[in-house]
DNA sequence: ACCTGAACACCGTTCAAGT
DNA sequence: ACCTGAACACCGTTCAAGT
């Protein structure tokens, strides 16, 4: 057999990276198989392994792209009236985005936590970050470079984080419908508070009995 | 050969369950498989699906275990001097806890999202939020319970976000190593945020030019 | 009734062999 | 040089057969 350079090794890679996109896209991570991404390309599970180390290596690619879609998403929402309306605007992108692309969109921020992540994976988080943390910067350009960093970790994190519980169903059927207005209830409560001076305080505490 | 009663069926559900929590807190999920547990506790393959009607139920119940430990680490934190102050060491706790058992806590809320979760685990996780909700219905008293339902579930799903991206390596080597200050940041900036009555009003917009 | 273990239908990965 | 496809070492799940 052994077809000859029908295709490149370029236009394989692409091939590959596209079905295993769909495949991800329409039935989830765990129907990713070599063997189907080979079925749909028409090529054999070996070939597979000439454009891609092995099937982790492929995983990173599709979180890849994944991860430079959302941060196109995210430019989107330049032009806002306020830093703050920017900020909610963007969240609001992420958690559509989120829904549009649940499947791939779970991957990205699914890592071991043992082996570490790409360089190249990583610097692509840090740009979604720096992002982020434009608006973060804007609404307080007083403060130093690492207080916008660590604002826009705590912030995004937090908005993957009730992303996701929202929509893989650990916050029961109200949690799901709600994912919006709770969404909008973390960033608005956050903005806010980390607007005050610290050290922080309370109502009750500047309303002496 | 058919071994007979040398372990009731209970028994051997326990052992089943603490070779899998076992395997699971050493080496990872992707590390168990049903022939490992058998190995381990003298059994074969068989004989775990006379007890859990699968994997998933099995994973299924580990989880669950999880969610109990998990409430027991909150439950210490009561008798703190105020409702801030009890919060942030809940969320302390969240995040040691999630430390000292990364492998299985990070499957706690790690669903499918296509398929719904039982009953009686989403009833554990009400558990969880039920506790965490508690300080901050004595923090704002005269809130709804709705608005303390939907606050729970904003600032919790965030403080498991922030958890998740620092212990997993998304935030890279000075993100895992500030997950304490950053969740302290993200709990107590939601706090002071969630106080102040709405329509918000930044410091901005109460000192007119 | 309890438990076995072979059988089935899958996996990811490798690599000698073909064109 | 490109590509195949059999082989290897695994999976989860089932169920007839043994005690």
New binding site residues.
């Given amino acids: 057999?052994?077809?000859?350079?029908?295709?490149t090794?370029e236009q394989?890679r692409d091939m590959v990276l596209s079905a295993a996109e769909a495949i991800v896209s329409q039935h989830g991570i765990e129907a990713?198989?070599?063997?189907?991404i080979?079925m749909d390309i028409?090529?054999?599970?070996?070939?597979?392994?000439?454009v891609f180390a092995?099937?982790?290596d492929l995983e990173m690619h599709i979180k890849g792209r994944v991860l430079d879609e959302l941060a196109d998403s995210l430019r989107d929402c330049k032009g806002c009236e306020s830093p703050q309306a920017e900020i909610q605007v963007m969240a609001d992108h992420y958690l559509e985005f989120a829904r549009q692309h649940v499947n791939r969109w779970r991957m990205i921020f699914d890592a071991d936590g043992n082996q570490s992540l790409p360089a190249w994976y990583l610097e692509k988080i840090d740009a979604l970050f720096d992002l982020a943390a434009q608006p973060l910067h804007r609404l307080m350009p007083e403060r130093s470079h690492e207080d916008v960093t660590l604002a826009t970790r705590a912030l995004w994190s937090g908005v993957h984080g009730v992303c996701l519980l929202s929509l893989n169903g650990s916050l029961g059927r109200a949690g799901a419908q709600q994912a919006g207005v709770t969404l909008a209830l973390l960033v608005d409560s956050f903005i806010c508070g980390w607007q005050q001076p610290a050290p922080r305080l309370s109502p009750q505490s500047v309303t002496p009995p």
Same sequence: chains 1, 2.
């Fill in positions: 057999m052994a077809r000859r350079s029908e295709h090794l394989i990713l198989t070599v063997r189907k080979a028409g090529y054999t599970v070996g070939s597979i392994y000439m092995n099937m982790n």
